[in-house]
Nanobody, 124 residues
Framework: VQLQGVGGGLVQAGGSLRLSCAAL????????MGWFRQAPGKEREFVAA????????YYEDSVKGRFTISRDNAKNTVVLQMNTLKPEDTAVYYC??????????????????WGQGTLVTVSS
């Protein structure tokens, strides 16, 4: 599956952005999906994930209550709605498709397909 994420940009602290990831290929609805981010000089970290059906969502603690992950399997898209953004949210954000039979949502190593990344910059 090929992934393309869009929607990054520059926003002031407290603002909102919506990241969208479009998937090309069949069987999108079989893949659990996730969002990761990588800030300059830091390792890539987990942000949020959603089960293949969309019934379960998982979040990194610092984004709980501010970010929402959702998916539309009919449109082959996964969305990360980011509200109340903070300067520490500044990073390149990547969408990813997890291996279907993997057990973990939180580890980047469990994801086999990655989008190209989209830059989110939050100014203070």
């Amino acid at each position: 599956v090929q992934l393309q994420g869009v929607g990054g940009g520059l926003v002031q602290a407290g603002g909102s952005l919506r990241l969208s990831c479009a998937a090309l290929g069949r069987a999108f609805s079989s893949y659990p999906m996730g969002w990761f981010r990588q800030a300059p000089g830091k390792e890539r970290e987990f942000v949020a994930a959603i089960s293949s059906s969309g019934s379960r969502q998982y979040y990194e603690d610092s984004v709980k209550g501010r970010f929402t992950i959702s998916r539309d399997n009919a449109k082959n898209t996964v969305v990360l709605q980011m509200n109340t953004l903070k300067p520490e949210d500044t990073a390149v954000y990547y969408c990813a498709a997890r291996h279907i039979y993997s057990g973990s949502y939180y580890s980047s190593g469990e994801y086999g397909y990655w989008g190209q990344g989209t830059l989110v910059t939050v100014s203070s």
